[in-house]
C-alpha cells in the first residue's frame, strides 16, 4: 500500500476532497473544541468543584486508610461470616471501637462507606 501510494501521489492528490467527510471532520473539531471549552476548571459551577474536590479528598483518604490502618479483618474466599467478630459481617467494624485508636480508624471506615455509597 506504501509503494502504491508513493506511485500514484500526483494522482491522489489531484482527487477532490470527499464533502461528507469535510463535514464530518468540521463537526468533530467543533466538538473538539466545545469539549475542551466545557471542562476548564474555571467555567465549572461551584458545586461541581465542590464534588469533585470532595470526592478527590474521600479518594486519597480511603486509600491512605486501606493502606496504613488495621481496619480490616483478614478474609479470603473460603473463610466463613461466622468466624468473623460476633459472626456477622459487621462484626469486624464494631469491634474497632475497643482497640486505640479506634474512634479515628471507625470514623475513617464510615467515611469511606459513605463515599462508596455515592
Not at 466545557?38 to 467555567?43: G, K, N
Request: glycine share 6%; proline share 6%; hydrophobic share 45%.
Amino acid at each position: 500500500m506504501h509503494t502504491r501510494t508513493f506511485r500514484y501521489k500526483d494522482e491522489l492528490a489531484g482527487m477532490p476532497f470527499d464533502e461528507e467527510v469535510r463535514l464530518a471532520d468540521a463537526a468533530a473539531q467543533t466538538k473538539k473544541e466545545r469539549h475542551a471549552a466545557a471542562i476548564q476548571w474555571a467555567v465549572l459551577p461551584t458545586g461541581a468543584r465542590a464534588v469533585l474536590i470532595a470526592a478527590t479528598a474521600c479518594m486519597v483518604l480511603g486509600c491512605y486508610m486501606v493502606q496504613l490502618l488495621a481496619c480490616f479483618q483478614p478474609y479470603e474466599l473460603t473463610s466463613k461470616i461466622s468466624d468473623l467478630p460476633g459472626g456477622q459481617w459487621w462484626g469486624r467494624a464494631r469491634a474497632l471501637h475497643r482497640r486505640p485508636p479506634g474512634p479515628a480508624r471507625k470514623l475513617l471506615l464510615y467515611v469511606l462507606c459513605f463515599r462508596n455509597s455515592i
